[in-house]
């Protein structure tokens, strides 16, 4: 079965930056796309960005627009989510997942396999 690592997380102030980093393993064709999703206390959980491991395509939610970047090193399984301009409102344990279709939207229910997750806690 597909097996997801995730790590990076950490402390910073806001208007910081992060480096998460999502190592895979398993059959790739559980993994055609990845996703990241941030589960905040109280609020429940909810989608960052995806990526489409096959041709690159992404997507993003709004609120992260022009802040974070996903990206893929296939030949490290590795996806990463560079988080700049960080604010409080992106606290949260952040989760890697895989799914199978050939497509990456920003649906939680697209990805079966999930990660342990990465504390990331930004501070005013």
């Known amino acids: 079965q597909v097996r997801l690592e995730e790590s990076g997380g950490g402390s910073v102030q806001a208007g910081g930056s992060l480096k998460l980093s999502c190592l895979a393993s398993g059959p790739p064709e559980g993994r055609r796309s990845i996703g990241w999703f941030r589960q905040v206390r109280g609020k429940g959980r909810g989608a960052v960005a995806s990526i489409m491991t096959l041709d690159g395509r992404t997507n993003y939610a709004d609120s992260v627009k022009g802040r974070f970047t996903i990206s893929t090193d296939i030949a490290k399984s590795t996806v990463y989510l560079q988080m700049n301009d960080l604010n409080p409102d992106d606290s949260g344990v952040y989760y890697c997942?895989?799914?199978?279709?050939?497509?990456?939207?920003?649906?939680?229910?697209?990805?079966?396999?999930w990660g342990q997750g990465t504390q990331v806690t930004v501070s005013s």
């Open positions: 997942a895989a799914g199978s279709a050939y497509a990456a939207p920003l649906l939680p229910d697209y990805f079966r396999a």
